[in-house]
């Protein structure tokens, strides 16, 4: 069964001041690893998808990096508009035409002036 | 462009009743996936549609839970009995084919009284 953890649960940042969110999985046969953004009462927004261990992806402050255990989101230089919750998700191998994504519980990050 | 729509935005229902959730997914998009998201929780799989079948239907937690995908295009998750266990908040997501990135709409809040 595929399983992802992600830490820590909750990040409060000084703004500017980066950090790393971290998401380790196990999954059988690696599809794909997507990271979404979630703000309070929406949905999840699609930031990056990371296909094989060593690649890299960046979108303004953001930049996720994929090894064979596990991703991290990097945030370079926060501001309080990057507040929201990190979630991680893996796409392991076809079972049956199934398609599904497995989540983490998220990664709760709060930015400060 | 528009994005993925969901109707109603909340519903509150009493334990027992029947419920039906709309998804409109985006245009063009001809997989079609419904999740559900607890408090605190990252979204859990329940049903994926490749055209206007279920290709998977392996998250339904029970068989008071149903799903339809007609014309292959809107879905409608319906739920029989409801209990107040199923409380939550329904996701549905589309993408161009299985395997991309899957686009999230807002959601229904549903609530069981």
């Known amino acids: 069964e595929d399983q992802v953890t992600q830490s820590p649960e909750a990040l409060r940042l000084q703004e500017g001041e980066s950090s790393s969110l971290n998401c380790s999985y196990t999954?059988?046969?690696?599809?794909?690893l997507f990271w979404y953004r979630q703000d309070p009462g929406k949905g999840p927004e699609f930031l990056f998808t990371?296909?094989?261990a060593g690649e890299e992806k960046e979108k303004e402050r953001l930049k996720a990096t994929l090894t064979k255990k596990e991703s991290f989101l990097h945030i370079t230089a926060p501001k309080p508009e990057d507040s929201a919750t990190y979630l991680c998700?893996?796409?392991?191998?076809?079972?049956?035409?199934?398609?599904?994504?497995?989540f983490g519980t998220g990664t709760q990050l709060k930015v400060e002036l | 462009g528009a994005g993925v729509s969901q109707t109603p935005s909340n519903k509150v229902t009493e334990k027992g009743k029947y419920v039906e959730l709309r998804c409109d997914p985006i245009?063009?998009?001809?997989?079609l996936y419904w999740y559900r998201q607890s408090l605190g929780q990252g979204p859990e799989f329940l049903i994926y549609?490749?055209?206007?079948?279920?290709?998977?239907d392996s998250g339904l937690p029970n068989d008071r839970f149903f799903a339809v995908r007609p014309e292959g295009s809107v879905s409608t998750l319906k739920i029989q009995r409801t209990e107040r266990g199923d409380s939550a908040v329904y996701l549905c997501?589309?993408?161009?084919?299985?395997?991309?990135?899957?686009?999230f709409g807002p959601g229904t809040r549903l609530t069981v009284l």
């Open positions: 990371l296909y094989s």
């Open positions: 997501a589309s993408s161009l084919t299985r395997g991309n990135e899957q686009f």
């Open positions: 999954v059988s046969g690696l599809r794909g």
């Open positions: 245009s063009g998009h001809t997989a």
């Open positions: 998700a893996v796409q392991g191998e076809l079972r049956g035409g199934g398609n599904k994504l497995t």
């Open positions: 549609f490749q055209g206007t079948g279920a290709a998977d």
